[in-house]
Each structure stands twice: as C-alpha cells, then as structure tokens.
C-alpha cells in the first residue's frame, strides 16, 4: 500500500487550501484515514481522523476550520482547510492504518504567510 499528499502550497493568512491523498493497493474495511502535521522542531500531531464508516474527529486548533472527507470507492481522504492561520505552517501527512498496517504518505508542505 502506497500514499501519495499532494495540494500543499504557499497561501495568505485567511486563505484556503485542499489537501488530497490517493492509495495505491489493496485497502481492506474497515479502516482509517487521517492526516497529521509537522511543523519545524515539533512532534506530528494529528489534524484530522476519518474512519471507513464515516466518522471524524479533528484537533481542536482546526475545529470549525478543517473538513476532512473521503471517497471510499476510490481509498482517497481530502482535507479542506479554510482560515488558514500562520500556525498551520507544516509538513502535512496522510495515514492510513489498516487491518493492524499503519502506512504513512510523503508530506506535502503548507506555509501561511503574508
């Protein structure tokens, strides 16, 4: 199983980004997906949760801000990020943990700046 990020950029206080995240392999139900963040000299820290069934749980700095969602047909998560604040600066991660597997994505980087 492979995940590959891709929708990171450069972006203005206040603005919005789309991160998506596409699988490769076979993905068994159930399952979850989430994207975590990395901003420099810290821990990854999870942003966001969404399980095959549906639900989601979010880091409360991105709640009311960040929508995750996913498509189950095609094994892809998006989170759409709007509100964008210069502490959403990182490296952002997809992960996929499946029957026990946990698999990481290659992170795509968000920088918030004016």
């Known amino acids: 199983v492979q995940l590959q990020a891709s929708g990171g950029g450069l972006v203005q206080p206040g603005g919005s980004l789309r991160l998506s995240c596409a699988t490769s392999?076979?993905?068994?139900?159930?399952?979850?997906m989430s994207w975590y963040r990395q901003a420099p000299g810290k821990q990854r820290d999870m942003v966001a949760v969404?399980?095959?069934?549906?639900?989601?749980n979010y880091a409360d700095s991105v709640k009311g801000r960040f929508t995750v969602s996913r498509d189950n047909a095609k094994n892809t998560v998006d989170l759409q990020m709007h509100s964008l604040k210069p502490e959403d600066t990182a490296v952002y991660y997809c992960?996929?943990?499946?029957?026990?597997?946990?698999?990481w994505g290659q992170g795509t980087q968000v920088t918030v700046s004016s």
């Open positions: 992960k996929l943990i499946s029957r026990g597997y946990i698999y």
């Open positions: 392999g076979s993905i068994f139900n159930p399952n979850v």
């Open positions: 969404i399980t095959s069934g549906g639900s989601t």
